[in-house]
Nanobody
Framework: VQLQASGGGLVQAGGSLRLSCVAS????????MGWFRQAPGKEREFVTV????????EAADSVKGRFTISRDNAKNTVYLQMNSLKPEDTAVYYC?????????????????????WGQGTQVTVSS
């Protein structure tokens, strides 16, 4: 299994970025997909998650209304659209996959509850 994240970079506060994560080696539509982030000296934290079919999502309060997760099962890809970026959004962003049974399965918010991880992509927001 491989998750390849991309799209990070340097952006000014208020700007936007779109991250992508391409999955291979798994049945993509059988996995809920999450985005996490880790800032220097901090623990990895939940950002947002999407269910198998893309019909339901959940996000951390800190990013609600600014970040949007989506997926394209035909392309084995999950996206993270980040708008109105703030300096506190600066972190390495990771995509993660968790095997789920149905589209109605509960969401999970802890890193240890995910089966597979991407390598991370750096997002830096300047003030």
């Amino acid at each position: 299994v491989q998750l390849q994240a991309s799209g990070g970079g340097l952006v000014q506060a208020g700007g936007s970025l779109r991250l992508s994560c391409v999955a291979s080696g798994l049945i993509f539509s059988s996995y809920s997909m999450g985005w996490f982030r880790q800032a220097p000296g901090k623990e990895r934290e939940f950002v947002t998650v999407i269910n198998l079919s893309g019909t339901n999502t959940e996000a951390a309060d800190s990013v609600k209304g600014r970040f949007t997760i989506s997926r394209d099962n035909a392309k084995n890809t999950v996206y993270l659209q980040m708008n109105s970026l703030k300096p506190e959004d600066t972190a390495v962003y990771y995509c993660a996959a968790r095997r789920q049974s149905t589209v109605y399965s509960s969401f999970y918010f802890k890193p240890g509850e995910y089966n597979h991880w991407g390598q991370g992509t750096q997002v830096t927001v300047s003030s």
